[in-house]
């Protein structure tokens, strides 16, 4: 559904106090490079007053290059 885990929102949830004032940057990865979930755990942590840096790094095509629980090498075919 494009959006954050409720697991993740959740543990955001959980200790809000924490994370008051904090910056937080994003990396995600998907078919559009997460932007959409980027989108929405930004609007979540500015709800709980943490401080969202403004770039974030959005990895594309990625998910097809696995070998097991990690990423493949730079030119290696899973």
């Not at 910056?23 to 490079?33: D, E, I, K, N, S």
Request: proline share 4%.
């Amino acid at each position: 559904n494009h959006g954050i885990p409720a697991v993740l929102k959740n543990a955001l949830d959980t200790v809000y106090a924490e994370w008051n004032r904090k910056p937080v940057a994003f990396v995600a990865y998907g078919g559009m490079g997460g932007a959409r979930s980027v989108e929405q755990l930004t609007m979540v942590s500015r709800e709980l007053q943490m401080a969202p840096l403004e770039g974030a790094l959005h990895l594309q095509g990625v998910w097809n290059r696995r070998e097991g629980n990690r990423f493949a090498a730079e030119g290696r075919e899973a």
